[in-house]
């Protein structure tokens, strides 16, 4: 179930944002973004799918003249460098929003654990302080890794990636 995160426009009566609104506005917005790039992931990986399995069904399949006409095996080399290049794009894009989706879920993490230790003590150092701030930013888009660990969990969905060239190489051997 998705919020939009649409607001009234602020009155010019109404007082400043506070931090803790900013925050909680924050975190709600990770989540959101989170949902978002859950759905473009599932959209690359359900097309991609579909374009490579509907390719070589079409092509390869029972009813294909092109069989007939180059020979299953010819038909199968001429496929597979296509094969591998549809499967490399596809799993560049898909790690490109792996990468973006972990890490906003770094970055929620970490605001997590900061609003959580200044609700609790009302106080942060001026590092976790300037940390907190940088936090309310976008960080889907930031030119850095997520820990090693979100990585490692994160990944196991691109092994799609490699059944397709994998099964062409067997057919071709």
Not at 33 to 43: M, N, P, T, V
Not at 78 to 106: E, H, N, Q, W, Y
Not at 139 to 165: D, N, R
Request: charge should be positive; charged fraction near 20%.
């Amino acid at each position: 179930m998705r919020r939009s995160l649409k607001r009234a426009a602020p009155s010019p009566a109404l007082s400043p944002i506070t931090l803790d609104e900013l925050i909680r506005a924050q975190l709600e917005g990770k989540l959101f973004a989170l949902g978002r790039y859950d759905d473009i992931l599932w959209k690359v990986r359900a097309g991609y799918v579909a374009v490579i399995y509907g390719m070589l069904g079409l092509l390869v399949g029972k009813e294909s003249q092109l069989v007939g006409f180059v020979g299953a095996e010819g038909l199968l080399h001429s496929l597979s460098p296509i094969t591998l290049g549809v499967s490399v794009c596809a799993m560049l894009i898909d790690l490109a929003f792996v990468v973006a989706k972990l890490r906003v879920v770094a970055a929620r993490d970490r605001l997590s654990d900061l609003t959580a230790n200044r609700a609790r003590d009302r106080h942060l150092t001026d590092e976790q302080y300037t940390e907190l701030l940088e936090l309310l930013h976008l960080s889907g888009e930031h030119f850095t890794m997520p820990p090693l660990g979100l990585v490692i969990g994160g990944i196991w969905p691109l092994l799609i990636y490699l059944f397709a060239p994998a099964v062409m190489y067997l057919f071709i051997r």
